[in-house]
């Protein structure tokens, strides 16, 4: 039994060991980095097997054309090498698309493989006019609309958008007090 809920705290770890053993050290070096790096994600779920161990994530966060409309951008994607077979990356997917709906988001848009993502809706060939900060092959920029007219009305380049992950950027030093306001 796997279960789809709202990433926690607890899961970060956990999340960040199951994307480095999916993609390696140079996860941090894709084009869609440039638009996570500092932030908090949109949405952030994570599935977990019946120990409540960690098997899988999926993580959106706002993005803005070069015209300040919104998108989502989606990803990673990552599931555990034991439960790949077992349909958890497509639950993620759908629960993350469905969320992303019912929060009034009118598309979400990632860097994929379209063999694999178009059973979610997404197509191939509707961001021609659109590009990433980076290099980024056309034919794995895909997207799927919610509301008609959201993905044509995007153009020029995206944005990293959304709230600052302002405790990620700060080093923490050990030892260091905190000073509060009388």
Known sequence: MIDIVDETPAHIGAREALLDLS???DRFLKTSERLREGRLPAFAYSALDEDGTLVGTVRLW??????GRPALLLGPLAVDATCRAG????RL????LNQAALAGHGSVLLVGDFAYYQRFGFLQGCLDGITLPGPVEQA???AVEFRSGAVSELQGCLQAAGAMDFVAAQPFEIGVQLKHAA
């Open 23 to 25: 993609f390696g050290p």
């Open 62 to 67: 706002h993005v803005v054309d070069a015209n």
């Open 93 to 96: 997917m759908r629960h993350a």
């Open 87 to 90: 349909g958890v990356g497509g």
């Open 140 to 142: 794995r920029f895909l």
